[in-house]
């Protein structure tokens, strides 16, 4: 009777990669007949660092060191390797950590924009011929004639808002403010009317004063500017906090 044992080595091996180029680590099956020449040829693939300027480092599956892979005419499976162990990749070639994997230093390509108007497998040219967004002239039109409206009915209502009047301001998802309007007309910071208003509480953006240009004066954060269509003008009196009160 035949009483002795046979081992069944599973053909392939789970392992972990790590390397002095990169900080991720990766999975990746290998063959254990492969030599350690043919390993060393997939994980320059793999890992970015010349095969012949490559030592390999064998870990366990608790990360505990336990030899080199030297021999390059060795096998794979003549090491100590289960699933899940880990090969570290020493490069001696000179290469930095994060060398392949910093993009900054890629030389970005760039297509004129002349060219790119002129290739037919472009987003732009799908949303011409199925007339998206800006190249619906219909619907850009409509637009257009939206915001002119809407741009004449702010200026209609800057023009009735004079500066000094006592004002309430309404501005959607805002609470309801109060302060006295001290500028109307265009600014250089945005386009369109604006009202400058100083509010009766430090409820504000600033003090007058945006990008370096004065539009009238008050304390800091006390000051906003807003659409006209967003101020009411009327009698409007400060509130009394009683902060003089004994």
């Not at 390999?56 to 003549?78: H, P, R, T, V, Y």
């Not at 190249?135 to 809407?150: D, H, I, L, V």
């Not at 004065?214 to 954060?221: G, T």
Request: aromatic letters at 8%; hydrophobic letters at 35%.
């Amino acid at each position: 009777m035949d009483s002795g044992v046979t081992v069944i080595t599973n053909p392939t091996v789970n392992v972990r990669l790590t390397s002095t180029l990169s900080s991720f680590e990766v999975q990746r099956r290998f063959n254990r007949g492969i030599s350690i020449a043919e390993l060393k040829g997939k994980l320059e693939m793999i890992m970015g660092a010349p095969a012949s300027c490559m030592d390999l480092e064998l870990f366990s599956i608790s990360d505990k060191f336990l030899q080199k892979m030297n021999e390059n005419e060795a096998l794979l499976g003549s090491y100590p390797v289960d699933d899940d162990c880990r090969i570290h990749v020493v490069d001696r070639s000179g290469g930095q950590m994060g060398e392949f994997t910093d993009v900054s230093k890629v030389e970005k390509f760039e297509l004129p924009d002349d060219a790119y108007d002129k290739r037919t497998d472009t987003a732009r040219s799908f949303m011409k011929k199925q007339r998206v967004g800006r190249y619906n002239e219909e619907e850009m039109a409509k637009k257009k004639a939206e915001n002119a409206a809407r741009e004449e009915e702010q200026k209609a209502a800057a023009d009735a808002i004079a500066v000094g009047s006592r004002c309430k301001v309404q501005v959607p998802g805002q609470p309801t403010k109060l302060g006295t309007v001290m500028y109307v007309g265009t600014t250089d910071f945005k386009p369109g009317y604006w009202v400058g208003v100083k509010y009766d509480e430090p409820l504000g953006k600033h003090n007058g004063t945006v990008e370096g240009k004065q539009y009238f004066e008050c304390e800091s954060k006390y000051g906003a500017f807003v659409k006209p269509l967003s101020v009411t003008v009327g009698d409007f009196p400060e509130e009394d906090y009683g902060l003089d009160e004994m």
